[in-house]
């Protein structure tokens, strides 16, 4: 959509840099990522190590009660604090 918008002309860009020092998670840190948000109580989805819009909610959900920005991004710092 940020694509399109901008070749139309319209946009003003993204809000925030991509987050550089936020490497995607592995697929092993994926699935235990998962497993601790099922352990206290969000539901993930599936523990497949895929990231999809249940296991994006629990992050938020996770992100909220932890006290952090809730963007919905899976980290390796969310894995360390759950």
Known sequence: ?????RLRGAGAG???PWPLDAPP??????????RRL???GFDPGPVDGR???KTRVA??????????????YPTVDLLRRL
């Open 51 to 53: 990231v999809g819009a």
């Open 25 to 34: 998670l592995a697929p092993a840190e994926g699935r235990e990522l998962q």
């Open 59 to 72: 992050v938020q959900q996770a992100q909220r009660a932890l006290g952090l920005v809730a963007d919905g």
């Open 14 to 16: 993204f809000a925030a």
């Open 38 to 40: 099922a352990a206290r």
């Open 1 to 5: 959509a940020q694509l399109s918008e």
